[in-house]
């Protein structure tokens, strides 16, 4: 026999939001864990004093926002849609059935005009002290790396726009060691640091803040560069958003200096190849701290002799080739590197010279940086059995949070698309 439920959509009940949320739901367990009143606080000064009007509870918008990330909800219209749909977010908010929820153009408002990026930062900070009070971060290795996100923009909709190279932040720290090495080798300094070069850039129309990214086999896109730094038990001490054609190298100082002077007790900076340049190794070295990196493998011509065939003699100032020829001191460039080169005369017969140099005058030249001993010091700790380990648990650590937040947390598009 044939059962057909009833329809009762219309009846009246009686129920309680509080009945109807399990007790193991991630939201029930965030309300009992965090005590949401000093966002009050943070957002005090930014509302006006009482016109008549009642301003939505800044504690609400900001759980929305919880919400659009926890759930991975792919924009903020949706995020409102579910709230006002959902009973389980309905008690988070605290709003009952009958009660209109925020719209979604006021909590977009809110977060483009009155939350500044300082006060989204203090309440950041404010959650990660808690966080370190109730001893669950472990500040003292930090794990840094850097992730392409797609920007809500068209490639097509873009101008060429001509643009000053950006002043490199070491570059007078450079400019003063180079001209004090040339000064060594009797070579005249330099002026000054290098003119700035304008460079020619395709800015979007739509969000000129991104930046065409394309590696690999990654389809061109304009994207951003979130360069993040977490603690071995993946809680997140620090992130910088950056352009993306800004190579993770160039964005380090900002995400370095934001995570070191809130966290002093920072021992070892964990990192990809793509931070393996001198000034990230003098910087971190300088600082008393250890820089983690991998090894590279050299670039180039694969039949031509390798970077380390080439060994230098610190006592007399030279290169000697894998011949056993002696490669002179040349000059130190504006770039920081000195330079060695060969006499022609004696590569011109060398048996050796098609796996050595293909150019036209017959002659070598070794680059080596001023600041290459750093990096020499960089490549003895990698063999450190005690920091490979370290390293390996960057799968365990950075990478999982940049997974997490793509798959989980609508990441995969950048901001909130309205």
Sequence with gaps: MLNKEKEERNQLEFVSLEDLVPSDHILRKIDAAVDFTPIYDFVEDLYCPDNGRP??????????????????????????????????????????????????????????????????EEIFYWILDEINKAGYLSPEAVFVDGTHIKANANIKKVVKKAVPQAARIYGEQLMEEINQDREEHGKRPFDGPKESEEKTVNESTTDPESGVFHKGEHKKCLAYTALTACDKNVYIMGMTMNPGNVHDSAAFDGLYDQVTKKFLEIQEVVMDAGFKTPWISKRVIDDGRIPVLPYTRPKGNKDFFKP??????????????????????????????????????????????????NNAKGEKTVLKHIWSDYLEIAEDIRHTPEYKALYDKRKETIERVFADAKEKHAMRIYGFVK
């Design 55 to 120: 301003s939505i509870d800044p504690v609400v918008l900001f759980k929305m926002v919880l919400i659009h990330h926890i759930f991975g909800i792919p924009s903020l219209r949706r995020t409102a849609e579910e709230v006002r749909a959902n009973i389980y977010y309905r008690w988070f908010i605290g709003y009952t059935l009958n009660e209109e929820t925020p719209h979604f153009s006021t909590l977009s408002y809110n977060f483009k005009h009155r939350y500044t990026s300082v006060v989204i």
């Design 308 to 357: 380390g065939d080439f060994v230098y003699d610190e006592y007399y100032d030279c290169v000697i080739c894998p011949e056993n020829h002696v490669l002179s001191y040349s000059t130190t460039n504006r770039d920081g590197y000195e330079e060695f080169k060969s006499k022609s005369y004696i590569c011109e017969n060398c048996p050796s010279r098609k796996h050595c140099t």
